[in-house]
């Protein structure tokens, strides 16, 4: 894209703001007949999908809903360019130096977790990437920085930023940050993203010697980095926290707040979705719906009016042409404010329940505990060759419950094997020497109290030897 392009989209976010609900309203419509009819015309996939489809859209609600799994099925079909087919994309994704790379000097490529059992490989052309960018920012850099004093830490601290997690592969915040420093090299020096799957004591030992001026990552990340600075091991003085990747409640931004002595700010997206929402001084989402359509659905994808938790969400992605994401469904669970945010933005806000899996804590031979966090747990799970899904649950001291499920059930055992080395390493390493690892022979299932579904949690309470709350 050039750099007219991109100062039109610059100046077309700041302007829609000023335009009101009704402006928003009008590019969200326009974008969506632009984007369906991109689909429809270039994505054999979509042109039979919507063969009975009006050519002029009087609702959403007139478009079929997809999924992760008809779409990955139909990948081929399902992209825009014909140059692009999976086999090539795949072979493109094997490669560890490719990392930060553009397929083709064209797209961004990334990959999801398989936490629902279905792992997606996602692209993203250029235009679509200086939609994201410029969404940052215009509606979420302004907010972070409030006041000169965080602006003059960031410049005192060449604007250090470290991120945790999950990195060694083709994830979007890896990726995205790879690319970075392939463009730029001078950011490695400013720059850092940290595995979440390393023990702790490194991330402290990392982060103490690099003093990030800007935290983000996972929110059970940064609640265990905070147990950290309260405690005296990690010493860094952020002045500003950014939480993505999973649900952040209020208590967990205080706790995490408090510890740093900064502002914690929140972020709900996904691959699919990038630069989704933005969060105002408030502390509400916003949904930047001039280049998204959010829909809260039920369980049988009809619409929920606000102030009502929706059974799901469907997304639609009006930027992004490589891949069109276009009433995709979203497994989280969101309400829409039914009242006006007082920071007065014409884009409407929601409440978001996602990921909420559990810290596990495991005893050290040492006497001590060691704290393990859901997302790296669940990925070290995920990665292992023939897993299709898996549950982990920990339900005494010194154990971990693993259900699983495989591609062939006749390589179960073999996987298995697999599965139950792969874990224990990675225990070991932060410490949890200890841990029985069992196999249970049920299959991953909702959680039996919230009727969600849950990747990582404990049965353990306090009384039992679970992680009490960080503020006790």
Not at 306 to 333: E, F, K
């Amino acid at each position: 894209m050039d750099r007219l392009t991109y100062f039109g989209t610059l100046c077309d976010a700041y302007r829609v703001a000023r335009h009101g609900q009704a402006g928003v309203a009008q590019r969200q419509q326009q974008r969506l007949q632009d984007i369906v009819a991109h689909a429809r015309a270039h994505s054999p996939y979509y042109g039979e999908l919507y063969r009975d489809v009006p050519e002029r859209l009087s609702g959403i609600q007139q478009l079929p809903v997809v999924t992760k799994a008809e779409l990955m099925d139909r990948f081929d079909d399902w992209v825009t360019d014909p140059s692009v087919t999976r086999a090539r994309v795949e072979a493109f994704l094997a490669d560890p130096g490719n990392v930060g790379r553009d397929f083709v000097g064209r797209y961004v490529v990334c990959t999801t977790s398989g936490a629902t059992g279905i792992p997606a490989i996602l692209l993203h052309d250029h235009t679509a990437l200086v939609v994201y960018n410029v969404l940052g920012y215009v509606r979420s850099l302004p907010a972070l920085l409030l006041s000169p004093g965080p602006v003059w830490a960031l410049l005192r601290g060449r604007g250090r930023l470290a991120a945790v997690f999950v990195t060694g592969g083709h994830f979007l915040g890896n990726t995205m940050m790879a690319r970075r420093i392939r463009k730029m090299p001078w950011r490695a020096r400013t720059q850092r993203i940290l595995s979440a799957l390393a023990p702790v004591a490194d991330l402290v030992s990392d982060l103490n010697a690099f003093q990030p001026v800007v935290l983000g990552g996972y929110p059970s990340a940064l609640e265990t980095l905070a147990r950290e600075q309260r405690a005296g091991r990690l010493h860094v003085r952020p002045v500003l926290i950014s939480a993505a990747g999973e649900t952040l409640s209020a208590a967990k931004r205080q706790l995490i707040g408090t510890a740093f002595g900064c502002r914690v700010s929140n972020y709900y997206g996904s691959s699919e979705a990038v630069g989704l929402t933005s969060e105002c001084a408030a502390h509400r989402l916003h949904v930047n719906s001039d280049w998204y359509v959010l829909e809260p659905v039920d369980e049988h994808d009809r619409p929920v009016p606000p102030g009502q938790i929706s059974d799901g969400v469907l997304v639609t992605n009006l930027a992004n042409r490589i891949q069109p994401i276009i009433r995709y469904q979203m497994g989280d669970r969101v309400t829409v404010d039914a009242d006006p945010c007082p920071c007065g933005s014409p884009f409407s806000s929601i409440q978001v329940v996602g990921r909420t899996d559990d810290i596990l804590t495991f005893p050290r031979p040492d006497g001590d505990k060691v704290h393990i966090l859901p997302l790296a747990v669940a990925t070290v799970a995920e990665e292992t060759p023939g897993v299709t899904s898996c549950q982990l649950i920990q339900r005494t001291l010194s154990s971990l419950t693993v259900r699983l499920c495989v591609e062939s059930p006749d390589d179960e055992e073999v996987v298995w094997a697999e599965l139950r080395n792969r874990l224990a390493a990675f225990l070991s390493a932060h410490g949890a020497t200890t841990v029985m690892i069992e196999k249970a022979d049920e299959p991953p299932a909702l959680h039996p109290h919230s009727g969600k579904f849950r990747q990582v949690y404990s049965e353990l309470t306090p009384e039992r030897g679970g992680r009490p709350p960080l503020s006790t």
